[in-house]
Every structure is written in structure tokens, then in C-alpha cells.
């Protein structure tokens, strides 16, 4: 008998470029990451709510991971490419050149990062309009959406950089473009943040009510009039400059990009469940949310018809999923928050150098420190006294409201590790409350979720997934890949190097389960009280507001 010479595997490449770093993976055709490198990129905050970045800084590392990640692979075996990046506004001149987002007129930084919040006035402005196309971003336009920075950049900038502008990007954009020099645009990004809809395309009517009719006159040229689905293939494939700089042969398959949180989605969203005990068993995949956790976190549920869910973003017809609409969810500060509590507390010293003696991270020593004093306790009932408002920096879904600030109810004048302990497990708890809400929000609409699957950072915490679980009441699927979004960004290379059929296809073979996280259901009161607590606090919140307004 002659043995049947096995196919060589099959690779692609995943880029994901994340609020503070850029990360590579090289990820066969099963789904499983065979290398992955990361490297810093730089923020600056000029002032209280403006965060830039430099779209050179950003290429240069996403061409140094790449490199480090295909080193000593047989090139002929890397068959595509994806990008996937945060929702960031990137502006050059007409040949390309970095133009400045800022008054100092330093062009090297030339990108408004997502979290940016500098055109809050702009933003009122454009929802105070009440145009149609409002309905698709839950009735009220986030000021981390494309528009109200464009019309900051005219208001405030008009002869520095709008005049001088030849294109406006969004990140992931930008990349493909960097890629294989096509200023084609990916549906996901016109859609979700820039107003297109994949049935009518633009609106002159919106973005001449806005003021930003300039737009409309040059045919969209500069926000994109070249539109395609995340995962088509991108001109002609890599290009020898692009090809050069990332270590990578020239002409390979460069898919349309897609936003970080969508990639995130792309990569647990559609796994294969079977033989888990999973209530989304034999479910359409309409019954499960991806959760992407990071610095901020989206949820993210798809529906075979529209629905409008007051305050959560979408529906966005096939920004993820071919096919299926989208609702996004979204919660501005998490990763971010409990980073601020914790580093900001005044025991934070303390927690930092028994965490480094014992080798473990100050996340993974806090955890193993509310084992400790929890006594007979379950560790989440520690918090009864302990209420955290999590809107530190403004409501996203469902409440789209970036005027509210944290709150904190319960201090004591104690100040040791115990203190900081049960604060970092309050504002996971009040994380896990936002998305409650987010959920219950999506379900009144008509959304039927029972599974909730995670990935990103946070997903890596126990406690946070517990959480997440016991408050919810659903049952939590970690992907075996803890890079879901570097995954996701493979799919798409995978899809646009046609060695699958479709997205849904390679999401199946790709897209990977690990643990399962069951909700404790016992603790149900517990976390029931704590919800309408969670409430009241908003509710209390809007009270003090308007008490203060009426002096």
C-alpha cells in the first residue's frame, strides 16, 4: 500500500492593530496560531480627551511583527493576509503624506484615535439633526464615530489640514491601502462608523445638514466611493514595496479589512459547539453575543432581519457576518478602568511588589487575594456593601450618554491590599452589570441570546469570565486560540486567498472552542440585588445632576 502524501499546511496572516500595540499572528489552516509577536505603538494626549497617534509609527510595527512572525517559514506556504485595527481616523494630503490632526502642526501625528472625545459639541450638533440615518447607530451618534471628528478637523483645523486633506481613512483602511495601494474602503468600517448602508451607500442629505457638504462634491472621493466586504480580495495582492517592508512575497491575497471587535467576533462567533452541552447547540448563531474585552469592550450579536436597539449601534447589514445584520454594544472604558482603579489606588505599591515576589501578575495575585479573605463567602458576595458605577468615561450602550461619570458607594477610610482587592472585584462586577444591561437592552429589542462568547485581554482573567457568567446567567465559551481577533484578522486573509468559500466556512473550521464557564446559579439573588442597586446609581446620578442644574 503507498501512504497518501499529506497537502503541506496551508498559512495566513493576522494583524491586529489594538489601541496600544500591534500584534501578529501566523495561524494555519485549522485555526491555530503557530507564532505571535507584539510591539508598543505611541498615544498622545495634547490635552484632556484628544488621543493621537502616528500612521507611520503604526505601519512600522505592523511591518516589524510581521516579520518576526514569518521568519524561517516556506514563503510559498503563506497564502493571505488581514488587517483588523481600532476605528481611528487617519488623515494624509493628496500624495499621501501625514497630515496633522492637531494645533501644534506636528504631521507625524496624523491619526484621532477611536477614544478621542474632542468633538462632543460637534456630535450634539449632528444628533440634534434627528436625520434618518441616526436609526442605523441606535438613534444617537456616538462622538467616537467618524463624522463629528470630521466636522472638529473643519471647524477647527480648516486651512492646516481639511483644505490640504486628499483622503480621510479609517485604520483599518489605511492598512489594506498600505498593503496594495487600493483606497478601496471595507464595508465594515463605512458602515459602522461613517453612516454608509450597504443597500444605498452614502446620504448626500446627511452630510450636507452636517456641513460637510465638501464630502458630497468630489464624489466621496476622500472618505471612499470603492466599497468591499471584509475578506474580498483587495487589488492586485501585496505590493513589492508593502511586500519588502513585511517580509512577505510580493502579489499574496490582501483581504478588505474589518474593525478590531468585528475580527474578535469573526474569530469565536461562528465555532463549532457540538458535544459541549451548550444551550446555542443546534441554535442559529443568532443566539450567541461575542464579547471582545480588551481596553474597551463590544458585544456583538447578529440577527437574520433588522432590529433597532435603542442605544446599541447597528443594525449594520452584513459588517461582520455576510448576510446577517449587526447590533454592537459597547462599553467605553474596561480593560482601561480597572487598570485606572487599581494603579490609582494608594496600596497599589504594596500590590506591585508581593505580586513580582511571588511571580505572578497584579491581576493573578489580587484574584488569589480575594480567595484569601473571601473566608466561607463566595468571593463575589464580598462586594454587598460595595457599589461601582463603571461609566468613567461616559455611557456607550445603552445608555449613550457621555456626560455620566463613575461613581463609588461604600468607602471606608482603610487603605490596605484588602481595600484595593474589593474594589478591583467591584468594578469587574459593575463591568459585567454594564453588560447586563447592554443584553437586556438587546433582548427587549427581539435579539434571543442564551451563550455569550469571549475573547481579548480581560477574557484571560477568571474572574471576569466568572463574573460575566454569574451575572448574566449565561454560560460563558472561551476560544481555545486566546487571540481570537489575531484569528479573526487570519480568516479574513484565508477568505480573500480563496481557499475557503466563504466567511461562515473558514469561521467553522477556524474558530475554535476552549473552556465553558457555567454560570453559578445559586448566586442569582445575589446578583439580582446588586443589578437593581446598579440601576438606582444611574438613576441617583441624573437626580444629583439635576439638582445642581436647578440652582
Known amino acids: ?83 483588523d485595527a481600532t476605528c481611528s481616523l487617519v488623515v494624509v494630503d493628496k500624495q499621501f503624506q501625514p497630515l496633522a490632526v492637531n494645533c501644534e502642526g506636528q504631521n507625524f501625528r496624523n491619526v484621532i484615535m477611536w477614544m478621542d472625545h474632542r468633538a462632543v459639541s460637534q456630535v450634539e450638533r449632528i444628533n440634534a439633526t434627528q436625520h434618518k440615518v441616526l436609526n442605523y447607530v441606535g438613534g444617537v451618534m456616538s462622538v467616537e464615530m467618524q463624522p463629528p471628528k470630521l466636522l472638529w478637523i473643519k471647524e477647527n483645523l480648516k486651512e492646516s489640514c481639511w483644505e490640504k486633506a486628499g483622503y480621510f481613512f479609517d485604520l483599518p483602511d489605511f492598512l489594506s491601502w498600505k498593503a496594495t495601494g487600493v483606497t478601496a474602503r471595507s464595508l465594515c468600517t463605512v458602515v459602522c462608523k461613517w453612516t454608509y448602508t450597504s443597500g444605498g451607500g452614502w446620504d448626500d442629505s446627511f452630510w450636507k445638514m452636517i456641513g460637510l457638504e465638501d464630502l458630497v462634491k468630489d464624489k466621496y472621493e476622500k472618505i471612499g466611493n470603492h466599497v468591499l466586504s471584509p475578506g474580498e480580495s483587495v487589488g492586485n495582492g501585496l505590493t513589492p514595496e508593502a511586500a519588502k517592508d513585511l517580509g512577505l512575497p510580493a502579489g499574496i491575497a490582501v483581504a478588505a479589512s474589518l474593525i478590531d471587535a468585528h475580527a474578535g467576533g469573526l474569530g469565536v462567533i461562528g465555532a463549532d459547539v457540538k458535544g459541549h452541552n451548550l444551550p446555542c447547540e443546534n441554535q442559529p448563531i443568532t443566539s450567541r453575543v461575542a464579547m471582545i474585552c480588551g481596553t474597551s469592550s463590544c458585544h456583538m450579536g447578529v440577527s437574520e432581519t433588522p432590529i433597532f436597539v435603542p442605544g446599541v449601534w447597528g443594525p449594520y447589514f452584513s459588517a461582520m457576518v455576510p448576510g446577517l445584520w449587526l447590533n454592537e454594544g459597547g462599553q467605553s472604558a474596561t480593560g482601561k478602568l480597572i487598570d485606572h482603579v487599581v494603579r490609582g489606588h494608594v496600596a497599589f505599591p504594596e500590590l506591585q511588589s508581593k505580586a513580582a515576589a511571588s511571580a505572578h501578575s497584579i491581576y493573578t495575585y489580587l484574584n488569589s487575594h480575594l480567595d484569601l479573605i473571601k473566608k466561607s463567602l463566595p468571593v463575589g458576595f464580598l462586594t454587598v456593601d460595595l457599589h461601582v458605577w463603571p461609566d468613567f468615561h461616559g455611557n456607550r450602550s445603552p445608555l449613550t450618554d457621555l456626560t455620566l461619570k463613575g461613581m463609588v458607594i461604600g468607602l471606608t477610610l482603610s487603605r490596605g491590599l484588602d481595600e484595593l482587592a474589593l474594589i478591583y472585584l467591584a468594578t469587574i462586577q459593575a463591568i459585567a452589570l454594564g453588560t447586563r444591561h447592554i443584553l437586556e437592552a438587546m433582548e427587549a429589542a427581539g435579539h434571543h441570546i442564551n451563550t455569550l462568547f469571549l475573547c481579548g485581554g480581560l477574557s484571560k482573567n477568571p474572574l471576569f469570565v466568572q463574573m460575566h457568567a454569574d451575572i448574566t446567567g449565561k454560560p460563558v465559551v472561551l476560544s481555545k486560540e486566546v487571540e481570537s481577533v489575531l484569528v479573526g484578522a487570519a480568516i479574513l486573509g484565508a477568505c480573500a486567498s480563496g481557499d475557503f468559500a466563504s466567511i461562515q466556512e473558514a469561521m467553522a473550521k477556524m474558530g475554535k472552542i476552549g473552556r465553558v464557564v457555567q454560570p453559578n446559579h445559586e448566586h442569582k439573588r445575589f446578583y439580582d440585588k446588586k443589578y437593581e442597586v446598579f440601576l438606582k446609581l444611574v438613576e441617583h446620578q441624573r437626580e444629583y445632576r439635576s439638582i445642581m442644574n436647578s440652582c
Do not use: N
Open 1 to 83: 500500500m503507498h501512504s497518501k502524501k499529506q497537502a503541506p499546511v496551508k498559512y495566513y496572516v493576522g494583524i491586529d492593530v489594538g489601541s496600544a500595540s500591534v500584534r501578529a499572528a501566523l495561524v494555519d489552516e485549522f485555526g491555530t496560531v503557530v507564532a505571535h509577536a507584539d510591539q508598543p505603538i505611541q498615544i498622545w494626549e495634547p490635552q484632556p480627551d484628544h488621543y493621537e497617534q502616528s500612521s507611520a509609527d503604526i505601519w512600522a510595527a505592523c511591518c516589524s511583527v510581521t516579520k518576526k512572525v514569518v521568519c524561517g517559514v516556506d514563503a510559498s506556504r503563506i497564502r493571505g493576509v488581514g488587517f
